[in-house]
């Protein structure tokens, strides 16, 4: 389950990254390494002992002798088909070229499958043998910072920032960089996106609701009748269930988010109650009423009756091979795994629409106020801490123009096994518009000044693939471009003011780092006992229990933060 705490503070969610993505850490060399530095004019310029560079800074100067950066990586299967089958984070092109490129050596203490990242990491943390660069979450990083684990980055970033990462940093006025330091101190590169990439929005087979004859549901009660309608006429086989959940149930993607948000529920968020102060909304009467209503779904087999079994590796499976007509999540999954199960079926259809709800209204997503899914850190035993800023300047500047026609998942480069990766805050609203902007003008190529030329490319190429008939165009146009697709929907969604705003986006609070991950398994116990047929007063005793084991605790934290931030 993509914890609770990390997903409401950081998500403000992911990795998702980074939608399929696991969570991944990095690095730390023995002997501090000279560097060569290269001036405007491109002439080669000294280096101190240290191997850190002159005023001149090169952020992407290449060391003299190399860098070893030990790290640690969660990984989920390559995005792309087109990847060569076999090949394994190791052997990543990415790596090849950094190494080429900057004299960084990436060398991984182990990687583990993303699932099992968190338990893996937990052991690493335990044993102090720590990467040297960490890509993490807010409540490692508030441990680590308060432990003295984390580097200093200030020097590294003033002096190594590129400037296209200097305007990713900027573009929210450096207010994700002040909430990382502290006495005038960086300890964090942030990695936080437009808040409404968060939106919660539904995905349904357009092709099933044809063969039952009915349309998209608006509602709570006909979402229960289509999928039904889907059961019974078993359009995805004799194993075919209505609506695929993970057995996280509240987690990063693949999960019942969505389903609660349409009962006015916000499970991993925080909205003003009636007297204008901040409650967790996993412990309201909205969250029960939903709870009671999976349950009877659950009778009915319109969610899986296997589903506290799978994580959201067989979720996909199930979606790819036909057997689920409805998955709630975010604008990106037309790109995976729709487009996959659409390879295997070409009749396969998938629509977006907005979140059923109850009372006869939409559903209203929560959306964080802040989406920071990923901190990029470096051990503070790391000597060369520079190494971090160079190699996200790196990431970034192979998805320039220049290495379009070679950076492709066919050549081995697995973006979602590199890290660290800082993107274009508004990237999502770039390609729609860029794109759209080509379209319209029947343009071949968006204009080569947009940052992660190739992200906004590429979706182009695809628009224009689908448009003229190819159908392997889908995933990208659907998820980015399309007026009805996922951002196109998304969109619609923030310009009507239709969503509900998670209120709490500080950093985590002292009992959320100690309790957090203990209240995280009771939710998730709880819900999946109900869903699957405990009695509905099993909730009652959740709260109370959520309220003792630090709730009342977190809730107090929460609103003292609040009364400064109204302030």
């Not at 518009?433 to 003008?441: M, Q, S, Y």
Request: aromatic share 12%.
């Amino acid at each position: 389950m993509a914890k609770k705490w990390a997903y409401l503070l950081l998500s403000a969610t992911f990795i998702l990254t980074t939608a399929a993505c696991g969570n991944s850490n990095e690095k730390k060399p023995e002997e501090p390494p000279k560097q060569t530095n290269t001036t405007d004019k491109g002439e080669q310029t000294g280096n101190n002992d240290s191997g850190k560079t002159d005023e001149k800074a090169d952020p992407l100067g290449k060391y003299s002798e190399t860098v070893t950066v030990k790290q640690v990586l969660g990984f989920a299967p390559p995005e792309d088909a087109k990847t060569p089958s076999g090949i394994t984070p190791d052997q990543n092109a990415y790596l090849k070229d950094l190494k080429e490129k900057l004299n960084i050596d990436v060398k991984y203490m182990w990687t583990v499958p993303s699932d099992q990242f968190e338990q893996k990491f937990s052991l690493t943390i335990a044993s102090g043998d720590l990467p040297d660069v960490m890509d993490i979450d807010m409540r490692n990083f508030e441990k680590f910072k308060a432990q003295g684990v984390l580097a200093d980055l200030t020097e590294a970033y003033e002096k190594y920032a590129s400037p296209t990462l200097r305007k990713f940093m900027e573009s929210d006025g450096g207010q994700a960089m002040k909430t990382l330091s502290q006495d005038g101190k960086l300890y964090g590169i942030p990695g936080f996106e437009e808040p409404f990439l968060s939106t919660q929005i539904m995905w349904i087979r357009s092709d099933w609701l044809k063969k039952v004859n009915m349309e998209a549901p608006k509602t709570i009660d006909e979402l229960e009748k289509v999928t039904e309608a889907f059961v019974k006429n078993k359009l995805g086989g004799s194993d075919t269930y209505g609506i695929g959940i993970s057995k996280a149930v509240i987690s990063w993607g693949f999960d019942a988010r969505g389903f609660f948000n349409g009962f006015n529920s916000y499970p991993g968020g925080w909205i003003k109650d009636s007297e204008g102060k901040l409650a967790a909304g996993e412990i309201q009467p909205e969250t029960k009423a939903a709870l009671e209503r999976m349950q009877s779904w659950y009778s009915k087999g319109i969610l899986d009756k296997e589903f506290a079994l799978k994580d959201d590796n067989k979720v996909v499976e199930d979606i790819v091979a036909g057997k689920v007509g409805v998955v709630y999540g975010e604008w990106w999954y037309p790109n995976w795994p729709l487009n996959m199960n659409r390879d295997k079926d070409p009749e396969a259809d998938w629509i977006a629409v907005q979140l059923p709800g109850i009372d006869g209204k939409p559903g209203k997503s929560l959306v964080p106020k802040v989406r920071m899914g990923h901190i990029v850190t470096v051990n503070s035993k790391f000597s060369n801490p520079e190494a971090a800023i160079k190699m996200i300047n790196f990431y970034i500047d192979m998805n320039s123009k220049a290495y379009y026609d070679t950076n492709k998942a066919e050549n081995g480069y697995v973006y979602n096994w590199f890290v660290p990766r800082i993107y274009n805050p508004v990237e999502m609203e770039t390609i729609y518009t860029e794109v759209g902007k080509a379209l319209d003008n029947k343009a071949d190529t968006v204009s080569e000044d947009v940052p992660y030329y190739i992200n906004i490319q590429k979706p182009l190429d695809a628009a224009k693939k689908f448009l003229d008939g190819d159908k392997s165009g889908w995933g990208l146009y659907m998820s980015r471009v399309a007026p009805d697709g996922g951002w196109g929907l998304t969109r619609k969604i923030r310009d009507n003011q239709d969503f509900v705003w998670n209120e709490f986006y500080g950093n985590a609070t002292e009992t959320m780092v100690e309790k957090g991950a203990q209240l995280d398994k009771l939710l998730s116990e709880t819900f999946t006992k109900i869903v699957m047929g405990a009695p509905i007063s099993e909730f009652d005793k959740y709260v109370e229990s959520w309220k003792a084991l630090g709730g009342d605790d977190i809730t107090e934290e929460v609103n003292e933060w609040y009364a400064s931030v109204e302030k």
